[in-house]
C-alpha cells in the first residue's frame, strides 16, 4: 500500500475520533451546564469532574444515545445509573477534598465512583451483584481509574480494611442507615444515603459524625434501587 494511501487512512482515523471525542465533550459540557449548574450546583471540583468523566462508557451499548440526558438508565440486573443531577448533587453534599478516602456502597456501573475518583485520593466501592462487580471493575481498571478499588460484597458491613472514612456515599435505598457505615465514617466525616422502604420514594439523608455524635438531615425526595443484602 502506498504511503500516501496510509497517511490519509490514518488521518481519517485520527479524525474520526476525535470528532467522537469532541461530540462527547460537547454533550458533557451540556449536561453540567443545563442539568447541573443551572439547578444550583457549584461546587467547582464536582463540575469539572462530571465535564471529564465520559458517561456514556458507563451505560449499556444500547442506552449509549441517552447517556447525557437528565433521568437514570438501566444498567441491567434491575440496577440504574443516577441521573447527573442526582450524582452531582451527592458528589457535592459530602463538600470532597483532594485527600479524602471514600466509601461508596452499590458500585452498580462504576460512574460515580469515577467521579468521585477525579477529586479524591482514594475511592473504595462495593458492589452486591457479581455480573456488575466483574463489569465494573474491568471497566474503571480499562479506563485507567488507578484509584479505585472495587469489592464484591454486601455493602452494609461496609470495608473495616480501609477504615475510617472521609465520606460515605450509597446509591441504594436502605430501610435504616447501617450501623457497621455509622462506625467506620471517620469524626468529622459526612454520610449520603437515601432511606425509605423499597419501590417508594425516600428521602435523601446527610449524616454528619462529630466527636461521636450522629446527627441527620433531610434533603429531598428520591427514588433509588434498593439496598440489596446477601440474606
Request: glycine share 6%.
Amino acid at each position: 500500500m502506498k504511503a500516501s494511501i496510509i497517511i490519509g487512512l490514518l488521518t481519517l482515523f485520527a479524525s474520526s475520533n476525535f470528532l467522537q471525542t469532541d461530540f462527547y465533550q460537547s454533550k458533557r459540557e451540556k449536561m453540567v451546564k443545563d442539568q447541573i449548574k443551572q439547578r444550583g450546583i457549584s461546587h467547582q471540583q464536582t463540575l469539572n469532574s462530571m465535564s471529564l468523566v465520559p458517561r456514556h462508557l458507563f451505560v449499556p451499548e444500547e442506552m449509549v444515545e441517552y447517556a447525557y440526558e437528565d433521568r437514570p438508565l438501566s444498567i441491567g440486573y434491575g440496577q440504574t445509573i443516577s441521573q447527573p443531577y442526582i450524582v452531582a448533587f451527592m458528589t457535592s453534599i459530602i463538600d470532597p477534598k483532594a485527600n479524602f478516602k471514600i466509601l461508596e456502597i452499590g458500585t452498580g456501573s462504576g460512574y460515580q465512583a469515577a467521579v468521585l475518583s477525579e477529586i479524591v485520593d482514594s475511592v473504595f466501592t462495593i458492589e452486591i451483584v457479581p455480573e456488575l462487580y466483574e463489569s465494573a471493575s474491568k471497566n474503571l481498571s480499562d479506563l485507567g481509574y488507578d484509584n479505585i478499588k472495587v469489592k464484591h460484597g454486601d455493602g452494609f458491613f461496609g470495608w473495616t480494611e480501609h477504615e475510617p472514612f472521609d465520606a460515605i456515599v450509597v446509591t441504594a435505598a436502605a430501610e435504616y442507615i447501617p450501623p457497621p457505615l455509622l462506625n467506620q465514617l471517620k469524626n468529622g466525616g459526612k454520610m449520603i444515603i437515601p432511606v425509605g422502604s423499597p419501590f417508594m420514594v425516600q428521602s435523601l439523608i446527610l449524616v454528619n459524625k462529630d466527636k461521636g455524635k450522629i446527627t441527620t438531615k433531610n434533603l429531598m425526595a428520591v427514588r433509588f434501587v434498593p439496598f440489596t443484602r446477601t440474606e
